[in-house]
């Protein structure tokens, strides 16, 4: 295999040093494994970095996901508008709570966040909310977005995975879900974060994580309490204390990390937009990003899983960002006929190059090179 200095380049890698492993042990020292204070201080500091009051941790994005559908009250009988262009569990989530998903193009392949435009044709009056989802760490137009579910009197809800700590991501919407798996811009491992707007949706989130129970095992552990009621169907979706310890390691870093993965993306598009100008990159270089992924669009008339297993060989790790839900056999079989043709072409060009704060200058070089040479075969 043709790489530098024999390593792999992988698309994403977590960072992980010393302090986590100290942080784990602590952890496993003080005998108290499940929620606990970690949990809670982990909690206030990730709320406080996005300038929010509170926040939810869970233990992933998807059950986040869930929860701000549950609860925001959204149900059978009620649909919700959603982009193709994102992971398939931004819409799982809607058929976890019994809703119809109702998909929506993206504005176009060189900006491609759920349009509004589509969105406005889409909507009708059993809408009760809409996803927005940051692609690639690109924040969507909040502002407009917030107009456009005043307007309509329905939930704004954010899929921010790919968007932690960076403009006003968590702030305007009715409640937006983050997540800590492994390949995002910061790790818990599996993990995940909610916020919510209206202090009792965020409690009925708090509630609803822990099987809707009125008092959790530390209060009893503690002697704060000595029984409990449900007031509400709940789930297990808590995290637990190892993961804070690693997640508020994590938090003190991810602004540094943001803003170098934010250099790193300028330097790519330094190199091809100058060199490989058959290859076009979304977004512009000003817009608001955490710079999760590194998406660029290869010609028409490349073939993508050949470019691909061409930078395989040359050790350079390759995805897909994605494929678009409404072509999953599952989805087809749900909901046939959907057409997205801006999302589909997107989709069929779209190819992800390795992206994380420990790459060099030098790295992304290389993989520029190998994909000029595997565009060129
Ligand atoms: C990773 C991801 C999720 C799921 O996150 P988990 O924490 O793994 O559940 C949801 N939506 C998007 C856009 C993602 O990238």
Redesign the pocket.
């Known amino acids: 295999m043709n790489t530098i200095n024999g390593q792999i380049i992988s698309l994403a890698v977590p960072v992980l040093g010393d302090d986590v492993k100290k942080a784990l042990c602590d952890v496993i020292q003080s005998g108290w494994l499940t929620m606990g204070d970690r949990v809670k201080e982990f909690e206030s500091r990730f709320a406080e970095l996005h300038g929010v009051e509170n926040a939810v941790a869970v233990n ?4 986040g ?1 869930h929860l701000c559908l549950a609860a925001l009250g959204i149900g059978p009988g009620d649909k919700v508008l959603v982009p193709s262009l ?2 398939v ?2 819409v799982n989530a809607v058929l976890y709570v019994g809703a119809t998903p109702v998909f929506v193009d993206i504005e176009d392949i060189v900006s491609p966040h759920i349009s509004i435009e589509d969105a406005e044709r889409k909507y009708s009056s059993a809408v009760k909310a809409v996803f927005v ?1 940051h692609y690639g760490g690109y924040v969507v137009d909040l502002q407009a977005w917030r107009a456009f579910a005043d307007a309509h009197k329905i939930f704004l809800i954010e ?1 921010a ?2 968007a932690p700590a960076v403009g006003e991501v968590g702030r305007c919407s009715d409640a937006a879900a983050f ?3 492994t390949n ?1 811009n910061m790790t818990t491992s ?3 974060m909610v916020m919510a707007r209206d202090p009792s949706v965020l409690s009925s989130i708090r509630y609803q994580r822990s099987h809707g129970m009125t008092s959790g095992t530390l209060d009893r552990q503690k002697g704060h309490a000595y029984s409990y009621d449900v007031t509400t169907l709940g789930y297990n979706y808590r995290m637990d204390e190892l993961r804070a310890a690693m997640g508020l390691i994590q938090l003190e870093r991810l602004s540094k990390w943001n803003k170098r993965r934010r250099e790193l993306s300028g330097y790519y598009r330094q190199i091809i937009e100058s060199k490989i100008t058959k290859v076009n990159i979304p977004f512009e270089h000003v817009h608001e990003t955490s710079a999760h992924l590194m998406p660029v669009l290869i010609p028409e008339e490349a073939n993508r899983i050949s470019v691909m297993k061409k930078l395989r060989e040359n050790g350079i790790q390759t995805s897909i960002h994605y494929p678009p839900i409404h072509q999953f056999s599952y989805y087809k079989k749900r909901f046939p006929g959907v057409e997205l043709p801006k999302t589909e072409a997107f989709c069929a060009r779209e190819l992800t190059l390795p992206l994380h704060p420990l790459l060099s200058e030098d790295d992304i070089k290389y993989v520029c090179k190998s994909l000029q040479e595997a565009i060129l075969f």
Request: proline share 0%; aromatic share 16%; charged share 15%.
């Open positions: 992933s994005c998807t059950a996901l994102t992971f569990a931004t989802m899929d995975a790919h997540s800590f798996f995002k599996e993990g995940g």
